[in-house]
């Protein structure tokens, strides 16, 4: 018999946005632990219409992949702002500082990380607009 993990990411894996006061507007389900990985990562995410994540973040070794599945929106990546639209494949390199803000019609993320994980530097005040 083979050696693997089937999860559902919306209905088994924990929404850690609740932990943080986030929900409803922001959904937050990191896989990682759940698959039991043994590096890189996995998460879903999605952000209500309009919303803007409440912080940013980098990572000093993790290259990470978003995936546009669902709405749009855009992402801050340093100073350079970009636009979002469903199947967009964004990679953002270690120690570039990124975050999400939701277009009228939500966001939807699926996000896979390259590389050690658990290296993320959370960054307040990060859009200026």
């Known amino acids: 018999m083979g050696d693997y993990t089937q999860l559902n990411l919306r209905g088994d894996v924990e929404n850690m946005a609740?932990?943080?006061?986030?929900?409803?507007?922001?959904?937050?389900?990191?896989?990682?632990?759940?698959l039991g990985l043994a590096g890189g990562g996995l998460s879903y995410q999605r952000y209500a219409p309009?919303?803007?994540?409440?912080?940013?973040?980098?990572?000093?070794?993790?290259?990470?992949?978003?995936?546009v599945v669902g709405g749009g929106g855009r992402v801050k990546l340093e100073d350079e702002v970009r636009e979002l639209r469903q199947w967009d494949a964004l990679r953002v390199a270690?120690?570039?500082?990124?975050?999400?803000?939701?277009?009228?019609?939500?966001?939807?993320?699926v996000a896979i990380g390259f590389g050690e994980g658990g290296d993320a530097e959370m960054l307040d005040d990060f859009w200026t607009e």
């Open 18 to 34: 609740e932990r943080f006061g986030l929900a409803p507007d922001v959904e937050a389900r990191f896989a990682r632990g759940p």
């Open 50 to 67: 309009n919303v803007r994540a409440p912080t940013a973040h980098r990572h000093r070794a993790q290259e990470e992949v978003y995936v």
């Open 94 to 109: 270690a120690g570039t500082a990124r975050a999400f803000e939701a277009g009228p019609e939500g966001l939807e993320l």
